[in-house]
């Protein structure tokens, strides 16, 4: 679509519209709203977009998004290295991190095993985790992977590949979220709760 | 807030959430988006935007935006220059355009009238609008500001300040919206839909 707008206007209206929920009309009311920022404002979005780029790298070790090598959580060594936590994304590190709580290293798949999408286990980051536990005396993997169809198949995946090393492996507990309602919660979830149920 | 990431990330992050409608959890899920695009992918998003503040200027006859001088439409011939329809920002002109209707010129106020923000008659783009109606043969001026507190009063303060001069003034209709319905309208639209009646 080309709005009748001149080709600068419409080339960032495109250009913007292919952002994750970003659909036409948000796109031409950001457009419009970078076109009356002062240059300088202008100037320092589009930096901060190509600095971020060229900066922020994944981390040889882990996978994790960073900006030096090797990140900030591979090279803390203050941090427990018996444990791994495998996630699926480097914002799932991030929501992990901000538990304060999990003190071990992590592992980023960037992505999942789904056969009905052609991804095998070849195409997600789990060559360089399977290295990292021969070389390293690791206790216990924690796989954090979503409670997903992908990410239930991709858990049962890893844990049949470790488990034989000897590792101690994990998975998140799945429920009813703090907050959450029985009466409202799928079956499911529901189900899992009551498998994952714990002796008070 | 830093949301633990580094800097290149926390600076794309701060930038993507000063846009309108972009919160700090859009502006983070629009960073990963970013960062995990083709490097091309990401320099076309960046040279978007510095092309299109470059390249795009106001009009200086109508305050239209545009990348020529004049705009496209101050200078088609084949338009009415009798008629003159005043709007309050260049996106009002591109929902005028779109209704491949109105053949007449514009006028963009970038702005309104509003004492209340201390917005005077001065601060809006109105000058060039009385150069324009002494120096060129217009017929009629059409007010199409917003049916808002401001956007009424300042299409009242143009009606009187353009009137004397023997011009034609009118205002684009207020009323139910097509598709409306009356039991839901709220009252003082329907009393503008009232007020605008025309007799079948």
Same mark, same amino acid.
Request: charged fraction near 25%; include cysteine; glycine fraction near 8%.
């Given at each position: ?7 600068? #206007?419409?080339? *960032? ?21 970078? #076109? ?8 320092? &979005? ?32 203050? +941090? ?5 936590? /495998?996630?699926?994304?480097? +914002? ?10 999990? +003190?071990? *290293?992590?592992?980023? *798949? ?22 990292? &536990? ?47 309602? /029985? ?6 979830? #529901? ?5 994952? +149920?714990?002796? &008070?």
């Amino acid at each position: 679509m080309s709005y009748g707008y001149a080709k600068p #206007l419409n080339v *960032l209206i495109k250009e913007l519209s292919s952002l994750p929920g970003v659909g036409g009309k948000t796109a031409q009311r950001l457009a419009f709203h970078i #076109l009356s920022m002062d240059d300088a404002r202008a100037e320092s &979005l589009a930096n901060a977009i190509l600095t971020a780029k060229k900066e922020m790298k994944y981390c040889s070790v882990c996978g994790n998004l960073t900006d030096q090598e090797p990140c900030s959580i591979c090279s803390d060594d203050t +941090r427990d290295r018996s444990v791994i936590c /495998i996630v699926e994304t480097a +914002r799932d590190v991030f929501a992990m991190e901000r538990l304060r709580e999990y +003190r071990g *290293l992590y592992h980023v *798949l960037h992505g999942t095993i789904s056969p009905m999408d052609g991804r095998g286990p070849d195409d997600i980051n789990l060559k360089s985790l399977i290295i990292r &536990l021969q070389e390293n005396d690791i206790e216990e993997v924690v796989i954090a992977t979503n409670p997903s169809i992908e990410g239930e198949a991709t858990a049962m995946y890893i844990a049949r590949l470790i488990k034989p090393a000897g590792i101690r492996v994990s998975r998140i507990a799945h429920g009813i979220p703090v907050g959450g309602d /029985i009466e409202y919660t799928d079956e499911v979830t #529901l189900l899992k709760a009551l498998e994952g +149920r714990r002796e &008070l």
